[in-house]
């Protein structure tokens, strides 16, 4: 099984630099993407015909403010997902963020992790959705679920997973609030298998800042994210960041699953 996550940042801007050439390429059985900002209803009847050829698409954008955040999560057809908009938590599901699939084998989390913002002031949002969400996780797991997490989480873990950490020390997703949410994935059972993968290794990042040629400097962050509970990581044949694909200020982010 081939997963597939990406933050888009604005679906329809998306289509114009090649996202439906991307998707035919790499044809994935489950794709998690975030930051649509954009209703179904608005798409042109070409591109949800292409999104629907192969896929069942669960779209959820935010019902808060038009244009603002959003996730969708799409399913290869026959692979049985049933599709849930939001964690059944009002404060969270009105900015579109979280999407639960289910299929037997296999529970599939994904979407758009809240950004605690300029001055972080919505820090104390954002930690109050980490925990929530741990805890669904950690019940999830503890009933023997096999769970999948993905999406843009807006945390960078550790020093090694941004390029400057001692200037962005206070910065939103480098807090010593955020990383301590982080830690709370994994005391829910989950697992960071591409930094397992990796350790120690530099330049990892899947998101840059716009300004100051940061992608090409490689000056970045890796806060789009695979966390899988235990039972799965002895099925993980792949997990890679992209950072080649254009088309974002964030690249996609994949995991291959043995299943």
């Known amino acids: ?112 992790f809240p950004n605690a913002s300029a001055g972080l002031v919505r820090l104390p949002y954002k930690r109050a959705f980490a925990q929530d969400l ?26 090694i997973d941004l390029a400057n950490p001692k200037s962005n020390r206070m910065t939103a997703g480098f807090t010593d609030e955020e990383r301590e949410d982080f830690r709370g994935y994994l005391a829910a059972g989950l697992r960071d298998v591409f930094r397992e993968r990796h350790p120690g290794e530099k330049g990892l990042y899947t998101w840059w800042s716009q300004r100051g040629a940061a992608r090409a400097k490689n000056v970045g962050w890796r806060i789009d994210i695979f966390l899988v509970s235990e039972g799965l990581v002895g099925k993980v044949k792949d997990a890679q960041i992209h950072p080649d694909q254009r088309g974002s200020d964030h690249c996609p982010v994949s995991l291959e699953l043995s299943l």
């Not at 954009?38 to 292409?50: K, P, S």
Request: charged share 30%; net charge negative.
């Open 134 to 159: 741990a805890k669904l996780c950690k019940d999830r797991v503890a009933r023997g679920e096999n769970v999948v997490v993905v999406g843009d989480l807006n945390v960078a873990p550790e020093e």
């Open 1 to 112: 099984m081939k997963i597939v996550s990406w933050n888009v940042n604005g679906f329809r801007s998306s289509l114009k630099t090649g996202f439906l050439d991307w998707f035919e390429a790499v044809d994935p059985d489950l794709l998690s993407l975030q930051e649509v900002r954009v209703e179904w209803e608005e798409l042109d009847l070409v591109t949800r015909d292409e999104l629907t050829r192969k896929h069942e698409v669960c779209w959820f954008p935010a019902s808060s403010k038009k244009g603002y955040s959003g996730s969708a999560t799409l399913s290869r057809k026959g692979l049985g997902f049933k599709h849930t908009r939001g964690i059944g938590i009002e404060a969270y599901d009105v900015e579109g963020r979280m999407i639960v699939s289910e299929a037997p084998g296999l529970t599939f989390i994904a979407g758009y």
